[in-house]
Nanobody, 119 residues
Framework: QVQLVESGGGLVQAGGSLRLSCKAS????????MGWFRQAPGKEREFVAA???????TYADSVKGRFTFSRDNAKNTVYLQMNSLKPEDTAVYYC?????????????WGQGTQVTVSS
């Protein structure tokens, strides 16, 4: 497992942008798949996006075209650029990591960062 620390959450108006970061510990980061999930109050945690060790990314339909997931293996960090934010994007966002052989399962999770989008 790896340790994950998220940052970059905050309060933004609808239509605005935020960039979330997730820094991972360990020297095997480049072999891990990474994911972002979110959980809104009263709702179950849901998948947002994933990026494979190869750099290939996938997105939930609700964020496709608005969010971009990238990784910088030299910095052990992934980024979630969120544009055109909507009030329904309000949630706690969690970074996740897992070895490629286990995809799409993730076995390491961050503490979460709050994203609030006001209307």
């Amino acid at each position: 497992q790896v340790q994950l620390v998220e940052s970059g959450g905050g309060l933004v108006q609808a239509g605005g942008s935020l960039r979330l970061s997730c820094k991972a510990s360990g020297r095997i980061f480049s072999t891990y798949d990474m994911g972002w999930f979110r959980q809104a109050p009263g709702k179950e945690r849901e998948f947002v996006a994933a990026i494979r060790w190869s750099g290939v990314s996938t997105y939930a339909d609700s964020v496709k075209g608005r969010f971009t997931f990238s990784r910088d293996n030299a910095k052990n960090t992934v980024y979630l650029q969120m544009n055109s934010l909507k009030p329904e994007d309000t949630a706690v966002y969690y970074c996740a990591a897992g070895p490629a052989r286990n995809y799409p399962d993730f076995n390491s999770w961050g503490q979460g960062t709050q994203v609030t989008v006001s209307s």
